[in-house]
């Protein structure tokens, strides 16, 4: 069992950043790929960025302006996104699963959410 708690949330204007954090709790995070989805107001769960202990991937709309990182000694994963934009307004949500997909129902575990809101 993974419990996620997203958090750094909050309101900026266009082009600023924001740094999400999500704390897991077990001891074999490191096993865990992790990924960031968001979800706005009358849209699907999309894919935003995952990573594994090798690789990431990313959706190409925050290609460039977002990076995902993890710290496997804090059981934290991070998304660090920069040169944001109106549209990348919604709720984010931390998941984990054992292998890396872009599909949500390929993960098995899920965080509260932390909301984003960009000002233009």
């Known amino acids: 069992q993974v419990q996620l708690v997203e958090s750094g949330g909050g309101l900026v204007q266009a082009g600023g950043s924001l740094r999400l954090s999500c704390a897991a709790s077990g001891r074999t995070f490191n096993n865990y790929a992790m990924a960031w989805f968001r979800q706005a107001p009358g849209k699907e769960r999309e894919f935003v960025a995952a990573?594994?202990?090798?690789?990431?991937n990313y959706a190409e709309s925050v290609k460039g302006r977002f990076a995902i990182s993890r710290d496997n000694t804090k059981n934290t994963v991070y998304l660090q996104m920069n040169s944001l934009k109106p549209e990348d307004t919604a709720v984010y949500y931390c998941?984990?699963?054992?292998?890396?997909?872009?599909?949500?129902?390929?993960?098995?575990?899920w965080g509260q959410g932390t909301q984003v809101t960009v000002s233009s």
């Open positions: 998941a984990a699963s054992l292998d890396l997909f872009r599909a949500a129902d390929g993960y098995d575990y």
């Open positions: 990573i594994t202990r090798t690789r990431t």
